[in-house]
């Protein structure tokens, strides 16, 4: 596609229960970034992909959040033991590569999480 | 760390007066600047990214932005406003240079005003 696509837009799962959300990148952009929104705030990192591997997942809240991206292209954010506070919007965005300064990124609408 | 603080989470406008919206950063370092715009339903679009080149910083949709390493301030201004530009608006720096991660503020929701 033209733009990086993030699904499912809406998820609305229980407290305790397991959650994927899924991004597909900009066809050759080797960055991938996951970042969290919740209401009033702005984006909030959790992690950052060059390539397959996750090169910066400082913004990880805890060890129940987990993202993978096997072939380089699509990734994968699971959490474990969904809690309430998890409830946020999650976004996903590409950039061409590691260039350093910053560059531009692409943002997915987003996957809109509610744990009830 | 780095942070961006975003004064005002609403501003109202006019049609056709000055748009501008603040941000101020804290960094040890020189650091890298973006307005990023979130029209409603729609992703994040960057609008315009300063990178130590020159301070004043022309955008898409007739923004711009300038940065003040005096006033650690890089605000967003548009001459006219448009209905076009009601939107969310949020302020970004990067961590350090080299760094690839964005530091968002809090955003600023723009209304405007027939």
């Known amino acids: ?116 | 760390a780095q942070s961006v603080t975003q004064l005002g989470s609403h501003v109202s406008v006019s049609e056709g007066a000055l748009v501008l919206l603040r941000c101020n950063y804290s960094s040890s370092v020189p650091p890298y600047l973006f307005w990023y715009v979130q029209y409603p339903n729609q992703g994040l679009q960057l609008l315009l990214k300063y990178t130590s080149a020159a301070t004043l910083v022309k955008g898409i949709n007739g923004f711009e932005a300038e940065f003040k390493k005096s006033e650690t301030s890089f605000h967003l201004t548009k001459p006219s406003a448009h209905m076009s530009d009601a939107a969310e608006y949020f302020c970004a720096v990067t961590e350090r240079a080299g760094a690839n991660n964005l530091f968002f503020g809090t955003g600023t929701r723009l209304t405007v005003i027939p």
């Open chain 1, 1 to 116: 596609g033209a733009g990086v696509s993030q699904t499912p837009s809406n998820k609305v799962t229980e407290k305790g229960k397991y959650v994927e959300l899924r991004c597909d990148p900009i066809s050759g952009h080797t960055a991938l970034y996951w970042y969290r929104q919740s209401l009033g705030q702005g984006p909030e990192f959790l992690i950052y992909f060059q390539g397959t591997g996750a090169a910066d997942d400082s913004g990880l809240p805890n060890d129940r959040f987990f993202a993978v991206r096997p072939e380089g292209s699509v990734s994968t954010l699971k959490i474990q033991r969904t809690e309430r506070g998890d409830s946020a919007v999650y976004l996903c965005a590409s950039s061409l590569g590691d260039r350093g300064d910053g560059g531009e990124l692409f943002f997915g609408e987003g996957s809109r999480l509610t744990v009830l």
